[in-house]
């Protein structure tokens, strides 16, 4: 559906677009880091494009891979009724310098994306004004979506109650009961799990 | 008064009258009037406005009042999940009621986090907040949380503060419940029920 644009996105940039897919009618394409905000400006002002929503934009964690993190975008024309992906990688294997300029000036709702992906996935958006947390609080440490945090952990900003029956699950629950789908390892602070 | 255990009715007056002990008529006066401050925070509310509704009608327990103020209520419902970044917002809100104050939670995840296992949830209330009943179910049947009510209830009359936890129902086996009648069987049945009448009338 969108492989004209993909064509034309080719035509424009030659080599700057790093990879073009196509899978099950989803059309995407690559581009590096330094592109990515002339690539979605050029997208939503071609009037052969015309996107003019930004629908998503969220991060993905590949910690095999080097860059590491993914940042990808979601675009919809109203006027053309088509969609297109951009993705782009940026981040060492640490999760250092993942660094994307922010398309908070191209779209508006890049906005709370943009604050959301700095916030679960450690990726900064260069030119936002406003880049803080948005989902967990200011107190939180690391990006809860990183593969490497630590899945048990939680990170309470009320001390947890003492006392028997409190640390554990809870007073009237056999370890069976109340919570057939967890992993069942929440602990208080201080249990081994929890840091 | 017929509620309580430890009254007596004496017999022989005109008007009547019964003795009682202070705290049995207090505990009796506070399980019928409960104003309660629902705590909503996610689907479990779609369960709770169900159960405020007139098809299951809590306020035929004396628990009809919804109080927006912590400070006028006295029975928190923590209904829904609870996020560690609501977790101050619902302990503020505790330690806003005043005393004497009863704290139900309503579903798995205000019980225990239900499969909310993760960096963002708070697993269980009772993690911040002392819980006097669970009542787990995602969402609980209206008929768990009348359970729950009641058993809240007669916690509060005999001034019982131990966690209670209303267990989850088993469904009875099928076919236990429904039996699909053919003619067959309503014949056979027809034929029993006159088999009867003329034993009895004969
Ligand atoms: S227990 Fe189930 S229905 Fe209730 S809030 Fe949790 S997920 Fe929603």
């Known amino acids: ?195 | 008064m017929g509620d309580l255990t430890r009254t007596h009715v004496v017999e022989g007056s005109e008007q009547g009258f019964a003795t009682t002990r202070f705290q049995d008529l207090l505990g009796w006066a506070r399980k019928y009037s409960l104003f309660q401050y629902p705590f909503v925070t996610a689907c479990c509310g779609m369960e709770f406005m169900s159960f405020a509704s007139p098809r299951f009608d809590m306020a035929r327990f004396g628990a009809e009042a919804p109080r927006f103020s912590p400070r006028q209520a006295d029975l928190l419902w923590v209904v829904g999940t609870i996020s560690q970044r609501q977790a101050p917002v619902l302990r503020r809100v505790w330690e806003q009621m005043t005393e004497p104050k009863w704290v139900l939670a309503f579903g798995t995840c205000a019980s225990c986090g239900g499969f909310y296992d993760n960096y963002a949830t708070v697993a269980g209330i009772d993690k911040i907040i002392p819980v006097d009943v669970y009542v787990p179910g995602c969402p609980p049947r209206p008929e768990a949380v009348i359970d729950g009510l009641l058993l809240l209830q007669d916690k509060i009359a005999t001034g019982d503060r131990t966690p209670g936890i209303i267990k989850p129902r088993v469904d009875p086996k099928q076919g236990q419940l429904v039996t699909l009648r053919t003619p067959a069987d309503l014949e056979e049945s027809h034929a029993a029920l006159e088999a009867k009448v003329k034993r009895l009338g004969g």
């Open chain 1, 1 to 195: 559906m969108s492989k004209a644009l993909q064509q034309k996105l080719t035509a424009r940039f030659g080599a700057r677009i790093l990879a073009a897919t196509s899978q099950h009618g989803d059309e995407a394409v690559v581009v590096a880091p330094a592109d990515w905000r002339e690539v979605h400006l050029f997208l939503r002002d071609d009037p052969s494009s015309q996107m003019q929503m930004l629908i998503d934009l969220c991060g993905v964690d590949y910690p095999d891979r080097e860059p590491r993190f993914e940042v990808v975008t979601h675009l919809y024309s109203l006027t053309k009724k088509h969609r297109l992906r951009v993705k782009t990688a940026v981040g060492d294997a640490d999760g250092d310098d993942a660094v994307v300029d922010s398309l908070l000036s191209v779209w508006r709702s890049a906005d709370w994306m943009e604050r959301e992906a700095f916030d679960m996935f450690g990726v900064r958006f260069a030119g936002h004004p406003d880049l803080r947390r948005i989902l967990t609080y200011p107190e939180f440490e690391g990006h809860p979506l990183r593969k490497d945090y630590p899945a048990a952990r939680t990170q309470p900003l009320v001390p947890y109650r003492e006392g028997a029956g409190v640390q554990g699950k809870l007073a009237p629950f056999g370890a069976d009961e109340g919570m057939p789908f967890g992993r069942q390892t929440h602990g208080a602070p201080g249990s081994p799990e929890v840091n």
